[in-house]
């Protein structure tokens, strides 16, 4: 066997080799530690950070957004006092007629979330004025085509199948509700312009005074002027209004300077394409707000029409005033995500969106177990009939259910809104909510005699579960820098110089 021979001289130099060696890794594992605990401080910063970001847009939004929606509710409350036809006229022609405006309307609305979203992103200040003022012409002209659907009210449903009491009274409602269609093609836009330059405080302000003036209104109207069911659709008209005027004065006089410098020529240039981005947008949006309507629409055609209508109605009343905070959340992660890629930072908008989707579930998941306790309490405020209260329990736990998925399929619509991919999510929604949505739930409720609970059973996991899962795989797999890039070349496409001259 051979033997190792050491020099004596060479001991200390390995000793030290050694020992230099061990410290070199102790302090590679030291300093992998302390970038491990940079990454996890990094993380929660930037959670923190986008959490303020997101809530300064949220907080109002939804504070705004039930208030409007309560006024809403406020008018049916008073309506369901006058009688079970009274409230269910004035469910269906606000959830069905204003309803199938006010998705497309809403729809139209959101253009204006991207492209105001990343011009402000991108520091193109002077265009956002001029695409709000190109987004009220175009909206308008939308509003009138759209007459007819309330003019002809009352025929369009009895050709649906409703009853004949009903539908009457309804097409008075509609045609006391076409001045509330035209509030929206401003209050809409006002409010999109002032929430992408993050101006949201007056937006909620504004509308807790309406929402207190609203109830008032409605009391003289109904109560003392004894003006019935057309008092209360006339008070909501009056209310809306009052929104409008609220948001436009505090917009024209000092409250963005950068972005309104008065009424512009320039707003009727561009109108074909701003025409065909909103109308992608509001078929977008209104394929999914008129999902539910034709919910209500179908319930009239099975047994007990008038019971079935008015405790689906007060389960969409109540799933419609939750739903102002997901409607807040689109807002606010429609506004994040197009900053951020109007700025080009995609990844940022990425993380935005992730953010936003993981607080709109945990408060959705809040108001489920609420509606599960509370589900023998919450429709006294609309009906003290013993049978509407005794169906409304049966069918709660759908309510809950659909509360839940609606808290994160409309964020994953913000994203789409942020990112201009409106067109494309448009075929997603007609394939899930008309191809495969509908047809099942009429399958389950009305073939194989399930009801109302297989009709909305089959809605729910045939078009809103399938289209949640088809965009949160959208969302997860896209380049995110390069959706930053395209937002860059499109608000170069979309800007122009600075207004010349104003009138």
């Not at 074909?272 to 394929?287: H, N, P």
């Not at 309490?377 to 709660?396: H, M, P, Q, R, T």
Request: hydrophobic fraction near 50%; aromatic fraction near 12%; charge should be neutral.
């Amino acid at each position: 066997m051979g033997s190792v021979v050491i020099d004596e001289n060479r001991q200390p130099l390995l000793l030290a080799e050694v020992i230099s060696a061990n410290w070199l890794l102790e302090n590679k594992i030291k300093r992998s530690e302390d970038e491990d605990d940079e990454d996890d401080e990094d993380l929660k910063t930037r959670v923190w950070i986008e959490t303020k970001k997101l809530w300064h847009i949220v907080g109002p939004a939804i504070f705004s957004r039930i208030g409007t929606y309560s006024m809403n509710i406020i008018t049916q409350g008073f309506a369901g006092h006058l009688g079970e036809v009274e409230l269910a006229a004035i469910s269906i022609s606000n959830t069905v007629i204003v309803g199938l405006s006010f998705g497309l309307i809403l729809g139209m609305a959101s253009a204006l979330e991207t492209l105001c979203g990343q011009a402000y992103g991108a520091k193109k200040h002077h265009m956002i004025g001029i695409y709000m003022q190109r987004s009220w012409i175009v909206i308008t002209i939308c509003c009138i085509l759209l007459l007819p659907m309330y003019i002809f009210a009352t025929p369009i449903l009895k050709a649906l199948g409703q009853p004949n009491d009903v539908a009457e009274l309804s097409g008075v409602v509609a045609l006391w509700f076409i001045p509330l269609q035209f509030s929206f093609a401003f209050q809409f836009t006002i409010q999109r312009f002032l929430q992408s330059q993050l101006k949201t405080a007056v937006i909620a302000w504004i509308s807790l005074a309406v929402l207190a003036i609203h109830t008032a209104i409605s009391w003289l109207f109904v109560y003392k002027l004894k003006l019935g069911i057309v008092g209360a659709a006339v008070a909501l008209d009056i209310s809306w209004w009052l929104l409008v005027v609220g948001l436009f004065i505090y917009a024209a006089c000092g409250g963005c300077p950068e972005t309104w410098n008065g009424f512009s020529i320039q707003a009727f240039s561009g109108l074909w394409e701003f025409f065909r981005l909103s109308a992608s947008a509001g078929v977008m949006l209104c394929l999914e707000n008129w999902y539910y309507r034709i919910l209500i629409l179908m319930a009239g055609y099975l047994q007990n029409a008038t019971l079935t209508v008015d405790a689906l109605s007060i389960c969409m009343n109540i799933n419609s005033w939750e739903m102002m905070i997901p409607l807040a959340f689109i807002a606010a992660t429609g506004i994040r995500v197009a900053n951020e890629l109007g700025a080009g930072r995609g990844n940022a908008a990425k993380f935005a969106a992730v953010i936003s989707v993981i607080y709109s579930t945990m408060i959705g998941l809040v108001f489920c177990i609420l509606v599960m306790i509370f589900q023998q309490k919450f429709a006294l405020f609309f009906s003290s009939n013993f049978d509407v209260l005794k169906f409304v329990n049966k069918i709660s736990y759908l309510l809950a259910l659909t509360i839940l998925l609606n808290s994160i399929q409309p964020v994953l619509s913000g994203v789409a809104v942020g990112s201009g991919w409106q067109l494309k999510v448009a075929y997603i929604n007609l394939g899930c909510y008309y191809i495969v949505g509908v047809p099942l739930g009429i399958v389950m409720g009305m073939v194989l005699h399930n009801g109302l609970e297989g009709l909305w059973a089959g809605m729910i996991f045939g078009g809103t579960a399938l289209q949640t899962i088809i965009l949160a795989f959208i969302t997860y797999r896209s380049d995110w820098e390069g959706e930053a890039r395209k937002a860059r070349m499109h608000v170069e496409k979309w800007s122009e110089p600075p207004p010349v001259s104003q009138s």
